[in-house]
């Protein structure tokens, strides 16, 4: 484990990355923490909510220094990294959507590919750093050939998400190799929680039921992702950035179970009673997923995720409550 370590979370104000900040400064209070954000949100802004839901994301956290900037301007990167000397690098700044990447492409490919880039060059010049951890996706699997999908599963992205993750992994290994920076790569899927704001399957799904609105299912919701609540995979980012057995290494962060989308909505709608299902006609093109294996993070990393749907599921919506958050 490295002991006491300066982290620089980039993307860090986000969902996950505000999950991250926590797991620190309650689990590793020494550890010093320093966000590096553009506060940018891709969803529509008269309905979306995104400074209060800033409030509920670092609610009760203190000591955390917010560094306003964009990983675009390599200028501003350099001098967070010259200014603060972090030890460990979690980049998690991107367009973090399919819908939205494939929408936004040259978005995307500017923020989730090239500002990596621009952080594995600053880091190049820089120097100092003990590792950096990019944050990928199992969309890089595009449609899984068998499941559970471990990191040895082919890599054939269908879409724009998932070919700027998987560049920037390539990227992120290539520097790694030829100038000797230490590299983590992390693919989540499908994160869930309170305080998501990406219109994604969980969060509509929830947010629908709480309004007391219908819940569609494209295709019947035959489809199976491996639904992760957010802090457990806080949990399984923050092994994997400390451990020196997540040295040059790539890791499936996830619950690990490969669940039907319905069975999600079937769950909420125990919760949420009275909420409305209907099936539609599938209207996107989304790879077929399912269950990841987590073997790998388990045994070197000691990753063992706690939460159950059922219960994550409970979680969120208590979580929702208590902050009166529909976004
Ligand atoms: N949420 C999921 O289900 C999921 C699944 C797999 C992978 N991921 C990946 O995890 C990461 C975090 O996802 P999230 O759900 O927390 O998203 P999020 O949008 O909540 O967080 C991303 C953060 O990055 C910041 N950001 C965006 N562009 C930036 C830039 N140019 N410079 C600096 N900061 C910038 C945003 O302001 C935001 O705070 C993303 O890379 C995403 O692709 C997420």
Redo the contacts with the bound molecule.
């Keep these: 484990m490295i002991n006491v370590s300066k982290f620089l979370i980039?993307?860090?104000?986000?969902?996950?990355?505000?999950?991250i900040c926590r797991e620190l400064k309650t689990n590793y209070p020494k550890d010093e923490v320093i966000v590096?954000?553009?506060?940018?949100?891709?969803m529509d802004h008269f309905t979306n909510d995104y400074h209060s839901l800033l409030k509920i994301r670092f609610k009760d956290l203190e000591g955390i220094k917010f560094v306003r900037?964009?990983?675009?301007?390599r200028m501003?990167i350099i001098d967070v990294l010259k200014n603060e000397k972090p030890d460990i690098i979690i980049?998690?700044?991107?367009?973090?959507?399919a819908r939205k990447?494939n929408k936004f492409c040259e978005d995307a490919i500017?923020?989730?590919l090239l500002?990596h880039v621009n952080l594995l060059e600053a880091i190049k010049s820089v120097g100092g750093i003990k590792r950096i951890v990019f944050?990928?996706?199992?969309?890089v699997y595009g449609n899984f050939e068998y499941a559970p999908a471990d990191e040895k599963h082919p890599v054939e992205p269908i879409d724009v998400?998932g070919g700027s993750?998987l560049s920037g992994e390539i990227l992120t290994k290539a520097y790694g190799r030829r100038f000797g920076i230490e590299w983590t790569i992390?693919?989540?899927?499908?994160?869930?929680g309170p305080?998501?704001?990406?219109d994604?399957v969980?969060q509509i799904f929830v947010n629908n039921a709480l309004k007391g609105e219908t819940i569609f299912l494209d295709n019947g919701g035959a489809g199976r992702l491996d639904f992760?609540y957010?802090s457990d995979?806080a949990k399984g980012f923050v092994l994997a950035a400390k451990s020196p057995n997540g040295a040059n290494q790539i890791f499936n962060i996830t619950r690990g179970e490969g669940r039907q989308i319905r069975e999600f909505a079937e769950i909420v709608a125990k919760e949420v009673p009275k909420t409305k299902i209907q099936t539609k006609p599938q209207t996107e093109i989304r790879p077929e997923r399912g269950a990841l294996n987590i073997e790998k993070a388990k045994k070197l990393l000691g990753y063992n995720p706690q939460i159950s749907i059922e219960v994550g599921i409970k979680k969120y919506i208590q979580g929702i409550k208590e902050n009166r958050q529909i976004v």
């Design positions: 980039v993307g860090g104000a986000g969902f996950i990355g505000s999950y590096f954000d553009s506060f940018v949100n891709y900037g964009d990983l675009r301007y501003q980049n998690l700044a991107a367009i973090p959507d990447s500017d923020i989730n500002g944050t990928s996706s199992s969309f998400y993750k992390i693919r989540p899927s499908a994160v869930y305080g998501d704001s990406y994604r969980s992760s957010v995979v």
